[in-house]
């Protein structure tokens, strides 16, 4: 069956057509010696020049309620476009308090139900999220729902935390994440963001951040974990004792006395950033604020379309939670993470659309100075999936091995804490990922190994350092290359990649021992059928196929790719290809990565991913992910 090879991949829905297999291999790239990180030009265009149709709440007036930022009910003024003048007159609205469930992924609301009458309505300190509704008097319809949240400060939190970090220094960190979004995407499609992070809150632009894996689970449990993908399902997955065990970076920081906090703008299926974690990580809270619940409130609404929630975009409504975090708690530390992916994970323009909330909101913060000690993260997981930009698809393959990274340091951090200033600054065009990051994270809980002694004395174990996961307030090898920093070699950005011939007999050779292989794991499960190679579209060679004892191969260790034989091949040191094969049954499309070992001629399956939509097979997700932790789980080389 066609889709075992997508199947093993991930968890769930759509993550499951990118998930990559990961076998042993020795094979070494011959250009190991360096990386260079290709410089992209955000005016070269993915695709046509069009901008897809705005969402039907961009820039809607339809909204009637909303908690301002004191946490009081406002009763809107109704716009003639949408309501009409008399609307107050005939309807009456009601709010009642959500509270959570207990050990339920939900929430209810309380028995009491409060008439709205006023136009602004303090509410309770206990309050967290409500749900709004209205009706006509006549007919007692409804014709108006939402679900809106306040960040009030909790006492029994404050209580406990204050005691921890009482008299301390601290910084807080926000994390604000966009999924699907590589570095040249984010200027083509929020340039005046770019622009207002970088010439006026002086944030890093990094160019060199390169994606773990293909999907956004390979770089995001590494970011909040510290842990590979293959390790991270190893420890968390499961149940609640898991859960409990899995190392968490909010945790380091709440145990410091940090408030956490964490919201998505998509919450109704698989790209949800904790469904995949089954039950438990939706039956408690595990943050101090958490807009899980309600936002699957939001998504849940009949008005709720595409990329919204009710009359509000989506993002806009994320990025009012981040505000509300910042301005419940100046003074106090904190640790939230804003993870917005309605927008960019459909279509790699749409975030055109959530350009002008994202720039008030960082101009907001900026101009209340909620900035002044907070350390502010703008990442991506990895770029927009190349496989939709058949036009400009070398441009598109480099981008989604690209994130977006951009980190906003205090004035006062980088007077005190000059060095690792400093540092930070020199990695910016340098190999790093998001272990990396994690790390930068976690030397924030103990600011006396930021100081410029200490630096100096770290920076020369951080320099020579082969560990794949380095604070980036160290000094990063400008000789790291993928291996060294956990990238496999079909995801690292850095290496050169040259066209070669599809009908080169090595090729065809490489490409039939892969079906070898995947036919080989899944010949045991009668439910799959057998795959045949029906043809072999692209292929690209990434070291040399040169004979060792060739004098070419000492001049020109990368021309004439085209040049092989089965002698050549059994002479060699070894070589790296990445190919397209098309297969049969159900039309497979796989972009695969194979090493050829240089004296036997042996091929190592090295990675794989299905470039092509599931279609009806998708029913069999469920069985076939069982199979995936025991034949593809690369258990000795961990990315």
């Known amino acids: 069956m066609l889709l075992f090879l997508v199947t093993t991949l991930s968890l769930l829905g759509p993550f499951a057509l ?50 301002d930022f004191e946490n009081n009910l406002v009763r809107l003024e109704p716009d003639q476009k949408y309501w009409s003048n008399n609307l107050w007159n005939t309807s009456k609205c009601f709010y009642k308090h959500l509270v959570r469930i207990p050990n339920k992924p939900d929430l209810g609301g309380d028995n009491v139900i409060i008439e709205i009458k006023n136009g602004t309505t303090a509410l309770p300190n206990n309050i967290d999220h409500v749900h709004v509704w209205c009706s006509y008097n006549e007919n007692q319809k409804m014709f108006y729902e939402d679900y809106l949240s306040a960040v009030q400060l909790k006492p029994h939190v404050e209580e406990e935390l204050d005691s921890i970090k009482a008299g301390d220094e601290f910084y807080s ?10 570095h040249a995407n984010f200027i083509r499609t929020m340039p005046k963001v770019q622009d207002f992070l970088v010439n006026t809150l002086g944030a890093v632009e990094f160019h060199g951040l390169n994606a773990i894996g293909p999907s956004t689970f390979w770089n995001i449990f590494p970011l909040i974990s510290g842990l590979s993908k293959e390790n991270f399902q190893e420890v968390c997955f499961g149940g609640t004792s898991k859960l409990d065990r899995c190392p968490f970076i909010w945790k380091l920081f709440e145990k410091q006395g940090y408030r956490t906090a964490f919201t998505e703008d998509f919450c109704k299926d698989a790209r949800s950033m904790f469904l995949h974690l089954g039950p438990p990580a939706f039956s408690r809270e595990l943050f101090h604020y958490d807009f899980r619940f309600v936002n699957r409130k939001r998504n849940s609404m009949q008005s709720s379309e595409d990329f919204c929630f009710g009359s509000q975009l989506s993002i806009t409504v994320l990025l009012e939670h981040m505000i509300k975090v910042a301005l419940a708690v100046p003074d106090k530390p904190y640790w939230a993470f804003m993870w917005a992916q309605s927008l960019s994970h459909f279509d790699n323009m749409l975030s055109t659309y959530g350009e002008p909330s994202m720039l008030s909101s960082l101009e907001f913060l900026h101009e209340k100075q909620l900035l002044n000690n907070t350390i502010l993260i703008l990442l991506s997981d990895h770029g927009f999936w190349w496989r939709d930009f058949k036009k400009s698809k070398e441009q598109a393959f480099m981008e989604q091995r690209l994130p977006m990274l951009y980190i906003v340091l205090p004035k006062k951090f980088q007077e005190k804490y000059s060095l690792a200033s400093k540092h930070l600054r020199e990695n910016s065009r340098k190999l790093i990922t998001v272990f990396d990051v994690h790390e930068t994270m976690k030397d924030l809980l103990n600011l006396k190994d930021l100081r410029d002694e200490r630096l100096m004395l770290r920076q020369k174990e951080g320099f020579f350092s082969t560990n794949k996961s380095l604070s980036l307030f160290l000094p990063v090898n400008p000789n790291r290359i993928c291996a060294m920093a956990g990238i496999s070699l079909i995801n690292c950005a850095c290496i050169p990649r040259y066209s070669t011939s599809v009908s080169d007999p090595g090729v065809i050779h490489a490409a039939g021992e892969v079906l070898k292989k995947i036919n080989g794991k899944i010949r045991k499960y009668p439910q799959c059928s057998e795959l045949a190679l029906v043809n072999i579209t692209e292929v690209y060679a990434t070291s040399s196929r040169i004979s060792l004892d060739s004098e070419e191969s000492l001049e020109h260790p990368l021309v004439n790719v085209n040049r092989y034989t089965r002698d050549a091949l059994e002479r060699t040191r070894g070589e790296y290809f990445e190919m397209v094969i098309e297969t049969t049954p159900g039309g497979g499309k796989f972009y695969v990565a194979v090493g050829v070992h240089g004296y036997d001629g042996r091929v190592t399956l090295d990675g794989i991913v299905r470039l092509n939509e599931q279609g009806f097979f998708s029913n069999i997700l469920g069985y076939l992910n069982k199979i995936r932790d025991r034949h593809f789980k690369n258990r000795d080389h961990r990315p």
Request: glycine fraction near 2%.
């Open 173 to 182: 960190l926000m994390i604000l994440g966009q999924d699907s979004t590589s």
């Open 18 to 67: 990118l998930y990559w297999t990961r076998v042993n291999s020795t094979i070494k790239n011959s250009n190991d010696h360096e990386c260079k990180i290709p410089t992209l030009s955000p005016r070269t265009r993915l695709q046509k020049d069009i901008l897809p149709n705005a969402p039907k709440c961009f820039n809607s007036t339809a909204l009637l309620f909303r908690i």
